[in-house]
């Protein structure tokens, strides 16, 4: 990672002068933190493949008879769930912010690797773009490609998202529902939940949508006049007269998309996760490099008790009925 200190020696000189210039004085943009992983069911594990099976069983009451009349069957479907092998490798040339406004970063310390820029990046950037880059680049729109040798690869290419998992697996509900509309969306949800299994429709749902599609929700469920604005307490995320919530997802962002499952019925799978915030520091003569890898995985544990509008892939969604 080369970095960057152009526009600091343009406005502040190719020198170091200390003049009071600290940490505090080093504002960084705002990263968006990881969120999807958050509604999810956790599961730590050292598989790679994470091997479920669904078990169905036939009815089985029937009117006596004395004579034995066996029946029913059970059957088991394997539901497989894929983790993914990710890293970070970073190198860093210490010296380049030694000689300008950055140089109390810096350190008389010959092992660079120990200098407080090193630290700072770890812990002010590394980390939370690292959250950044799977809650918008991968869990939801990620899709998988082997990275060319000796090249990095895309940051969207590192695993395979909710999204593709909804187009590819034909187990899922497709709803049937106009594109969302900011004033209607509050019906719209409202139709689409009514669109969900009666057997499942007193189960605790999550209605999963981009943020700004949310907060249309609670534009939308306010603008009814079903309730008392000046209490915003009573306008909330739930869908009235159910027990389903509506959950603003920033890896969705950008998209109409929206699924509906039980809670924790999504899967987030970890193998080594923990070193998503834990580092290697290496030095090698002046270059100093990070580096971490571990495996991730989403996908539901049940398929059949997902509905979404996402189209199911090579296929045109149909029309609403009028």
Not at 31 to 55: C, H, P, W
Not at 62 to 90: A, C, H, S, Y
Not at 270 to 293: H, M, P, W, Y
Request: some cysteine; aromatic content about 10%.
């Amino acid at each position: 990672m080369a970095i960057i200190v152009t526009d600091i020696v343009k406005e502040y000189g190719a020198y170091y002068i200390n003049a009071g210039q600290n940490m505090d004085r080093l504002k960084r943009l705002l990263l968006f933190g990881r969120e999807t992983n958050k509604v999810a069911r956790q599961i730590k594990t050292n598989d790679t493949v994470y091997r479920l099976s669904q078990s169905n069983i036939t009815s089985l009451v029937q009117p006596f008879q004395k004579t034995w009349t066996p029946k029913g069957e059970i059957t088991f479907v394997p539901n497989p769930i894929e983790l993914f092998k990710m890293k970070v490798d970073l190198d860093i040339y210490p010296d380049d912010i030694e000689d300008n406004w950055l140089g109390f970063l810096a350190s008389e310390n010959q092992n660079r690797k120990e200098w407080p820029l090193i630290r700072y990046i770890m812990e002010q950037h590394i980390i939370q773009k690292i959250d950044e880059d799977l809650e918008l680049q991968i869990y939801y729109k990620g899709v998988h490609q082997a990275p060319t040798a000796g090249t990095a690869g895309a940051t969207e290419t590192s695993m395979n998202g909710l999204q593709l998992h909804l187009q590819t697996n034909a187990k899922v509900n497709r709803l049937t529902m106009d594109p969302l509309e900011a004033s209607t969306i509050y019906d719209q949800l409202e139709e689409a939940f009514e669109q969900v299994s009666e057997v499942y429709q007193n189960t605790p749902m999550l209605i999963c949508i981009a943020p700004k599609w949310r907060r249309a929700f609670l534009k939308d469920k306010r603008a009814q006049g079903f309730y008392d604005i000046s209490d915003p307490g009573q306008i909330d995320d739930t869908l009235d007269f159910s027990p389903a919530k509506v959950k603003g997802l920033p890896s969705m962002i950008g998209t109409n998309d929206l699924f509906i499952t039980p809670n924790q019925n999504m899967i987030h799978l970890t193998k080594k996760g923990q070193n998503a915030a834990t580092f290697k520091v290496e030095e090698s003569k002046r270059c100093v490099s990070i580096l971490t890898d571990w495996w991730e995985g989403l996908g539901f544990g049940l398929n059949e008790v997902v509905w979404t509008n996402v189209a199911e892939e090579g296929e045109t969604p149909e029309p609403p009925e009028p």
